[in-house]
Every structure is written in structure tokens, then in C-alpha cells.
């Protein structure tokens, strides 16, 4: 039995000290303490056990301070946020230090929702924005600055007697921009006299001026609170906003655009790019006819040398050897056909019959080349002796009809670069004293007795557009304020432009008309390029175009502008149908609007007491198209779009 239990130790593997001990034996010691240095399970306890201490303390200190970092940039964040939202509301731009009450609420509420209270266990969390102050200088005199605290309790290092650690940040908020150029193209028709929450059917009196020419001038009279003075207001307070944004360094220009169915543009074009001569839809006189009886005259004592001279002709008109007497252009002028004999002293007798002139009402060739210098004229289309003065108004070049455009390649009439150099394809003078009315298509022979200047209400027939006539005095021949061309202005010479007597209402809507000047006037690559041209020193200007109306574009087939008359010169296409008028002036607006765009401009777009119509809003920038139905609005609207010029921006 005990060499079998002795056999099954040995097979089992087992030490020889437990072979002996089974058989009796007693332990072995050293077999023992060999093991246990042997063995080294939990070893790892004894030494984490020893180590523990310090690695509490690197890891609190890491926690920590990732803890004070998070916050810490948190904070920053939400100082950054007030600042921002308090300087873009701030009203009060003055030099002075207080923060007005609508900054410091809007300040306060978005540096609370970037970082609440609790947030990470923070106490003690503050924030104060004020009003920066550095002497005189605008541009840091209107930043809003701001100082946020928070203090940061600690998580694990507090067991070794860390105490809760204060955080301070400090943020400012400017509205800066670079060097910009803008140009206001904007709508003084004959609607802007009404008010923004008057009907579209509004219509104001009609009311005569001394023009700041000489000339007499037709306007529509403004209401209390029009349109027009919301414009004026506008305008101010977005050239406020923009020397308020503008550091000492920072460069802009202004240039304005006013249109109806023309543009004032005359004498800002270089007079190189002016036509000396073109066809105007007018009249001449063709011949003369008798009006009325002849009668007899004989007088006594009267020299030869008196008696003959009324036979001599005068030059150019029709019937040799008459003589006319002017006793006012809508009298007959007489015809003496005179014999003289020496008896009683001199006899002179003979017959006098009253003659008029015959006119034709067609296209005709004038002379222009004394326009462009400011001079008067002689009225070619009268007989008798009027004169008149260019008010500086155009008539377009060569003209592509329809309403199919490419903004890659356009005709000269819509090309913002066009330099027209060819004799026969140059901006024509707008003259509507030379442009009459008539009742066909074609010409028309018309006896001067047939003719009645008279009252507005009799029919528009061989009417002239000019001087007073009736298309004068209903605004189909409407000439606006002198347009500006790019210029550094002072704030009083803005004033003095909108609060110019000519700047009054009048005219029809051609948004195309607008468009098409305000963006060739401020293209770097066109006939303006040197006013838009970089500083020395410095980068090209951000180049922006404020387009402003209170009414949807609204072209007649009879009205006198940029086109001519449409019913016969045909320009654009819409001669036959006034539906086909309207949509190849809108056309013409929408392809103009393409081609700012396609040359980097940004296009602001305010509609004032009027839709804002899928037009009005395609011409605009992305996101830049607004509707404004108060005086109050328009004049926010306008103070945004410095603003989004100037861009606001931390600067701490």
C-alpha cells in the first residue's frame, strides 16, 4: 500500500518534500521561503498603493486647469457675443463714454445665453460692457468694450488645498470697413411726392419753378412726410453711420444717380463721347399756305427806299420775295406785294395776304455740337426765335431691341464699359424742345392754324415735349437733378445735394434707366474709370450700389427719355404693344443688374411703400433686397446697409 500512495506522488508531479510528508516526514523551510520570492502576484498593489498620492495630484492638476481652459474660452466667447450684439444696436455714437440703456440690455442678454450661470460649477459670473473712450478718436469712441469674470472652483486639487481660481477676459466690438464706393441710384419720380401709406393711385398737383438754370421747371407737389423727404432723411443717416464706422484711415466716396425716363448725366460725360449731330422725332416747315383774304393798302408820302425793302425775302422759308412779319408765333405772318410811284409824294400800295407756314412732322437732322458747352441755342423747330439751354439729360446709344441678352456679351446701350468712339454712336442731347408729337407713325404735313398749344385736356396731337407744352407739364419729358460722379464728400455737401431745389419729383419709372448709369458710373473699366480707381497705396474699393424705389418700373409708349419717344423711334422694341414695352424695359433692368453683379458689386435693393417684386429682389445681392413701409423703416434699412458695409468686428 505505501509504495502504490509513494508511486502516485511521484507520477503527479509533486516536490520530494511532499512525497516525504506523505510518507510521514516532516516539512521543508527553505522550500518555502523559495516560493515566495518567487512568486510576484500583488506586486501591483503595493506599488499603486505607494504611488497613488502623487497621481492624484498630477491628474487634479490636469482636470483642472483643462477645466480652467474650457471655461476660460467659454468666457471669451460670450464677452466676444455681448460686445458684438450691444455695438450693433448702440444708437448713441457721439463721443461720449455712456452706454445707451437698448446696448447695455442686448449686450447682457447674449453674454448670459453664450455662458449661464452654473455652467462647470462657476460662481460669481459678470460681465459690463461700456462705451470705449480714446480721446478724440471716432473710431475707438464708438466700440463697445467689455469685462467678463467667473470664478472656477477646483474638482480634485481642492483635496490638497487649492482654492477656486477668478477668471478675467477682456473683448471690444467695432464697425469697420475698408475703402468703398457707393453709388445711390434712386427713384425721384413723380410718385415719391406722395407719402409711404398713401394708394398707389396717388397723383399730386402739378406746380411750376425757377430751375437753378433760369429755366422754368415742373414738379409734383410734395406732400407733408413724402417720400421723397423719408429718401433725403435715408440718406443722411447712412452717411452718419458711415463716418461713425470709419477710422481715420479709411477712404469712401459717394456718387449719385436720380432717374424717371432719363438721366441727368450731360455734363459729367467727357464731351469727346457727345454726338454733334442727330435725327430727332421733330418738325421743319415745308412750305407756306394763304390764310385768309389778301387785302389793299396804299399810302401817300412815303420814299421809294421805304417802300421796297418789305419786298426782299427772308431767308429760309419758302415762297420767294415774302417777308415775315412777326407778330407772334401762332398769328399769320403777311406777304406785301408793294408798287411804288413818285406821285403825292411817294405813293406805296399794293396787297397783303396772310400766310402760314406748313410744317412736317417728321425725323429730322439737328445740329448738337454747341450743347455740350452749356450755350443757348436757337430753337431749329420754330420760327419764332426761342432759345433754349441743354439741361444735361441723354438720349442712349444705338439701341439692341427685344428682351434677349447675354451679360457676356452686350450691346452697347447696356455695356457699363462702353467708351463709344464711332461719330455716329455717341450720347445724344436729350432736347425736348425740339420734339413734337403727331398722329401717325410716318410724317405728317400739318397747316400752323391747326395748332393749339392750348389747354391739357385737348388732344396731345402735334404737341411739343419742350417749353411749357403739355408733355412738359404732365412729365413725359422729365429731367432730374444733375447726376454726381464719384467724389470724397463732407457731410454738408451730401445735405446741400438732397436739399438742392432741383431735387424735387417728377417723371415716370424706368428702373433700366437707373440701373444702366448708376452701374457704368461706377465701373473701374468704363468712361468713369479714374473716379473709382484705388487709392495710392492701397487695395481696389469694395464698390456697392444702393438702389432705391417706391414703384414697379412703369415705361409709355409717348413719353420723351433715354429711348426716345418709344410709339416712333422704336428703340427697345415695344412701339406696338405696351405690354411688350413693359417687359423689354424690365428685361433690360434684370440684364443690368447681371452685369454689376458679374463685376463684384454688391447690390442693395430698398423698395419704399411698394412691393417688393421678384425684380426688384433678382437685381439685389443675395439677402440684400428690402421692403420699407414707414419713413422710420427706410432710414433703418438704410442705417443696416452702412453698417453691412462697415462690417462689425471684435477688435480685443
Not at 184 to 205: E, K, Y
Not at 430 to 446: A, F, I, K, M
Request: aromatic letters at 10%; hydrophobic letters at 35%; proline letters at 5%.
Amino acid at each position: 500500500m505505501v509504495r502504490i500512495e509513494a508511486a502516485r506522488h511521484s507520477a503527479s508531479g509533486r516536490n520530494l518534500g511532499m512525497a516525504k510528508n506523505c510518507s510521514g516526514g516532516s516539512p521543508d523551510r527553505k522550500g518555502i521561503l523559495v516560493r515566495l520570492r518567487r512568486d510576484k502576484r500583488g506586486n501591483v498593489l503595493a506599488i499603486m498603493s505607494a504611488a497613488l498620492i502623487p497621481l492624484i495630484g498630477f491628474s487634479g492638476s490636469a482636470i483642472d486647469m483643462a477645466r480652467l481652459y474650457v471655461v476660460r474660452v467659454r468666457l471669451q466667447q460670450a464677452c466676444d457675443a455681448g460686445v458684438l450684439a450691444g455695438r450693433k444696436v448702440m444708437s448713441d455714437t457721439s463721443m461720449t463714454t455712456d452706454l445707451d440703456n437698448d446696448a447695455k440690455t442686448q449686450a447682457q442678454a447674449f453674454f448670459s445665453n453664450n455662458i449661464p450661470q452654473g455652467w462647470f460649477q462657476t460662481t460669481a459670473l459678470s460681465f459690463k460692457p461700456v462705451k470705449a473712450s480714446n480721446g478724440n478718436d471716432p473710431s475707438v469712441a464708438n466700440a463697445v468694450t467689455g469685462t467678463a469674470t467667473a470664478t472656477v472652483p477646483m474638482s480634485l486639487m481642492q483635496f490638497f488645498g487649492v482654492k477656486p481660481f477668478t477668471l478675467n477676459v477682456g473683448c471690444q466690438a467695432v464697425y469697420d470697413m475698408a475703402d468703398s464706393d457707393v453709388m445711390f441710384v434712386l427713384d425721384t419720380t413723380g410718385s415719391m411726392s406722395c407719402r409711404p401709406s398713401d394708394p398707389n393711385t396717388c397723383a399730386n398737383a402739378v406746380l411750376s419753378y425757377n430751375r437753378t438754370d433760369g429755366s422754368v421747371g415742373y414738379y409734383n407737389q410734395e406732400s407733408s412726410g413724402s417720400k421723397l423727404a423719408s429718401l433725403r432723411n435715408a440718406v443722411t443717416i447712412f452717411d452718419s453711420t458711415m463716418r461713425a464706422n470709419a477710422d481715420k484711415s479709411t477712404r469712401f466716396r459717394y456718387g449719385f444717380v436720380t432717374y424717371s425716363s432719363a438721366v441727368n448725366v450731360g455734363y459729367s460725360i467727357p464731351s469727346g463721347y457727345l454726338q454733334n449731330s442727330f435725327k430727332y422725332q421733330s418738325r421743319y416747315v415745308l412750305s407756306d399756305y394763304n390764310s385768309g383774304f389778301p387785302s389793299s393798302f396804299t399810302y401817300t408820302n412815303v420814299a421809294q427806299s421805304t417802300c421796297q425793302p418789305q419786298r426782299n425775302p427772308a431767308a429760309g422759308y419758302a415762297r420767294s420775295g415774302l417777308t415775315w412779319t412777326d407778330q407772334g408765333y401762332y398769328q399769320a405772318r403777311n406777304y406785301y406785294n408793294m408798287s411804288w410811284r413818285s406821285a403825292n409824294g411817294g405813293t406805296c400800295s399794293g396787297t397783303q395776304q396772310p400766310l402760314r407756314p406748313l410744317w412736317r412732322y417728321d425725323q429730322t437732322t439737328f445740329d448738337t455740337s454747341k450743347w455740350g458747352g452749356g450755350q443757348t441755342v436757337i430753337n431749329p423747330s420754330r420760327i419764332d426765335g426761342s432759345t433754349g439751354k441743354w439741361r444735361g439729360c441723354i438720349e442712349e446709344l444705338n439701341t439692341k431691341t427685344g428682351a434677349s441678352f447675354d451679360v457676356t456679351d452686350l450691346p452697347d446701350d447696356l455695356d457699363p464699359d462702353v467708351k463709344p468712339t464711332d461719330a455716329s454712336n455717341r450720347w445724344r442731347p436729350l432736347w425736348p424742345d425740339v420734339v413734337w408729337n403727331r398722329s401717325s407713325t410716318g410724317y405728317e404735313d400739318v397747316k400752323d392754324e391747326n395748332v393749339d398749344e392750348g389747354s391739357p385736356n385737348s388732344a396731345y396731337y402735334n404737341r411739343n415735349y419742350g417749353s411749357g407744352g403739355v408733355y412738359d407739364k404732365n412729365g413725359s419729358a422729365a429731367c432730374g437733378m444733375p447726376t454726381q460722379r464719384l467724389k470724397v464728400w463732407t457731410a454738408q455737401q451730401v445735405k446741400d445735394y438732397l436739399n438742392d431745389p432741383d431735387f424735387k419729383p417728377y417723371g415716370g419709372t424706368y428702373h433700366d434707366v437707373g440701373m444702366i448709369w448708376g452701374t457704368r458710373m461706377l465701373s473701374p473699366d468704363g468712361v468713369f474709370a479714374a473716379d473709382t480707381a484705388a487709392w495710392p497705396g492701397r487695395k481696389a474699393p469694395s464698390r456697392i450700389i444702393v438702389f432705391m424705389t417706391d414703384g414697379a418700373m412703369a415705361p409709355s409708349q409717348l413719353s420723351y427719355g433715354q429711348y426716345g419717344v418709344e410709339l416712333w423711334d422704336n428703340r427697345t422694341g415695344g412701339q406696338s404693344d405696351s405690354g411688350t414695352d413693359y417687359n423689354n424695359h424690365t428685361a433690360r433692368f434684370r440684364i443690368e443688374c447681371d452685369a454689376a453683379k458679374k463685376k463684384g458689386f454688391t447690390v442693395y435693393v430698398v423698395a419704399l411703400g411698394t412691393s417688393l417684386t421678384n425684380d426688384l429682389t433678382y437685381c439685389a445681392s443675395p439677402g440684400q433686397a428690402f421692403q420699407a413701409t414707414s419713413d422710420a423703416a427706410l432710414s433703418g434699412y438704410f442705417k443696416t446697409i452702412a453698417q453691412r458695409i462697415a462690417m462689425l468686428r471684435i477688435t480685443q
